[in-house]
Nanobody, 115 residues
Framework: QVNLVESGGGLVQPGGSLRLTCAAS????????MGWYRQAPGQEREFVAT???????SYIDSVKGRFSIATENDKNTIYLQMNSLKPDDTAVYYC?????????WGQGTQVTVSS
């Protein structure tokens, strides 16, 4: 069983920064990638960023240049550094871990960007 725990969400003013953390534990095998999705009220869940086991990263266009995804040396913890936050970034952010067989999800952490 794989467990993902997110932290770091909260309320921030426009232009501010937050760093999200996702720590994975349990029986992790054949990890392909880890990353983040987000879901705003009334919207579908959308991809935000991913880091593949080889270190390659990818981002949705709307966060390029503002968000940065990184991993710890053990590669079971990832971070999402979010700068220059906008009200449109308000959403529940979900961490995922992709293996060859399954995509595991965390419970989500709320990010609210508001003045």
């Amino acid at each position: 069983q794989v467990n993902l725990v997110e932290s770091g969400g909260g309320l921030v003013q426009p232009g501010g920064s937050l760093r999200l953390t996702c720590a994975a534990s349990g029986s992790i095998s054949s990890r392909v990638s880890m990353g983040w999705y987000r879901q705003a009220p009334g919207q579908e869940r959308e991809f935000v960023a991913t880091i593949i086991s080889g270190g390659t990263t990818s981002y949705i266009d709307s966060v390029k240049g503002r968000f940065s995804i990184a991993t710890e040396n053990d590669k079971n913890t990832i971070y999402l550094q979010m700068n220059s936050l906008k009200p449109d970034d308000t959403a529940v952010y979900y961490c995922y871990l992709q293996t060859f067989a399954y995509r595991h999800w965390g419970q989500g952490t709320q990010v609210t960007v508001s003045s």
